[in-house]
């Protein structure tokens, strides 16, 4: 990655559980590092895999307000806020650049920010001072058309502008280890292991056909919107993109917490 003058061309973060906004973890800890790593940001454009929509949804308030979209965790999460002004001028960009890729873009002005959105920029910008747009993906929507929506987001975003990918490089709630100390089950770790290789290949006819080349593809994604903010963010950077890992743990067994940051490699 580079950490000089210039934001790369996009990331992905896995934010795992809205835990990581408060503890003290590997990966809550890597990513209190990574905002003063980057150059700072105009603006940061988030596409959170907790926001669902048939068609890209852009957020345009302009006081987008703090979602608490989960239940049954400690109270002092429900207690967060996260400020940040919205950028709707620049939403409107967005949407705009989307529709004349040929999707139905749609503007929300009342969309607030989940925590797909929050819980990460907590930890990279905790003063909140980054004007945030949050982006929905499309769950019925196949990877190569996240790709395309990343590649058409590129067109529209500034240098200075960061566009983040929210999600799960491995996410399959129904088969954690709660009382996991670390490590990974051989199946997650053997699709974490195949995405970073391809990533590093420059494959992305693998990636894009992830539901038949990856091992254990559905078993890691019993559901696919944690894995679709990574295909925008890597369709931003272009077919010919270079990948740099930036992090790599997992929770509870088989909660993967992978990061990247993509560039144009032409």
Do not use: C
């Not at 003290?24 to 926001?51: C, E, I, K, M, N």
């Not at 999460?77 to 139905?104: N, Q």
């Not at 679709?228 to 930036?246: D, E, H, I, N």
């Amino acid at each position: 990655m580079n950490t000089g003058t210039t934001l790369p061309r996009s990331l992905f973060v896995s934010h795992g559980a809205p835990t990581l906004a408060l503890a003290d973890s590997p990966t809550g800890r890597f990513l209190d590092r990574l905002g003063g790593q980057l150059p700072r940001p105009r603006a940061v454009a988030v596409v959170s895999a907790h926001y669902a929509a048939s068609v890209p949804a852009v957020g345009a308030a302009p006081k987008p307000e703090t979602v608490h979209d989960f239940g049954g965790f400690p109270p002092a999460l429900y207690a967060i806020e996260y400020p940040a002004d919205g950028a709707p001028e620049l939403a409107d960009v967005l949407a705009g650049t989307l529709r004349e890729a040929g999707f139905p873009a749609r503007m929300d002005p009342e969309r607030g920010i989940d925590h797909g959105v929050w819980v990460p920029l907590l930890r990279m910008y905790p003063d909140a001072s980054v004007p945030t747009i949050p982006l929905s993906v499309m769950p019925r929507e196949s990877a190569a058309t996240h790709f395309r929506y990343g590649q058409a987001l590129a067109r529209a975003l500034p240098d200075d502008v960061l566009l983040l990918g929210s999600g799960g490089s491995v996410h399959n709630l129904g088969d954690l280890d709660w009382g996991s100390a670390g490590g990974a089950t051989d199946w997650a770790k053997a699709f974490a292991d195949w995405l970073e290789e391809k990533l590093a290949d420059g494959d992305i006819d693998a990636l894009l056909d992830w539901e038949r080349a990856a091992p254990n593809a559905r078993h890691a994604h019993p559901t696919s919107e944690h894995l679709m903010p990574l295909f925008v963010a890597l369709g931003a950077a272009g077919k010919q993109f270079r990948s740099t890992p930036l992090h790599g743990d997992f929770e509870f067994g088989s909660l993967a917490m992978q990061a990247f940051a993509f560039d144009n490699a032409a």
